[in-house]
């Protein structure tokens, strides 16, 4: 098998994931996964579809992640693993990563601030007098 590549998206982050067989090195944007999340949340989330599938250490990770925050581009790599593994090897992945939720995008992003209002659903304090 060679390099499988497939993309992940949560509110502004996009997250480019290239797997390769190997002994589970994880890169994103050429840092070690330790450093580029100082969390231990964080780590456990863009882990999470190996942990479910069972392949930890079997592939190494190369990642390029821009746009959002640390959370939203955890939650994009995430997708993103998953895609990549359901393409690796379909019928024995994608039951066990759809079950727990890895496969759908979340769609929910941030609505826009309106004209003549502080923010999208805020109004200015009314005054009657």
């Given amino acids: 098998m060679e390099q499988t590549h497939a993309l992940g998206r949560r509110k502004a982050a996009v997250a480019r994931v290239y797997l390769t067989p190997g002994t589970g090195k994880v890169l994103v944007n050429g840092r070690e996964l330790e450093n580029y999340f100082s969390l231990e949340s964080l780590r456990y989330i863009v882990n999470q579809p190996f942990e479910v599938t069972k392949?930890?250490?079997?592939?190494?990770?190369?990642?390029?992640?821009?746009?959002?925050?640390?959370?939203?581009?955890?939650?994009?790599?995430r997708l993103g693993i998953s895609r990549a593994l359901c393409?690796?090897?379909?019928?024995?992945?994608?039951?066990?990563?759809?079950?727990?939720?890895?496969?759908?995008?979340?769609?929910?992003?941030?609505?826009?601030?309106?004209?003549?209002?502080?923010?999208?659903?805020?109004?200015?304090q009314f005054s009657k007098r």
């Avoid at 392949?55 to 790599?77: H, L, S």
């Avoid at 039951?95 to 659903?121: H, N, W, Y």
């Fill in 87 to 124: 393409e690796v090897d379909k019928e024995a992945y994608r039951s066990t990563l759809k079950a727990a939720g890895f496969l759908t995008r979340d769609a929910r992003e941030v609505e826009r601030k309106k004209p003549g209002q502080p923010g999208a659903r805020r109004r200015f």
């Fill in 55 to 77: 392949t930890e250490g079997q592939f190494d990770t190369k990642i390029t992640v821009d746009g959002g925050g640390i959370k939203g581009q955890a939650e994009a790599i």
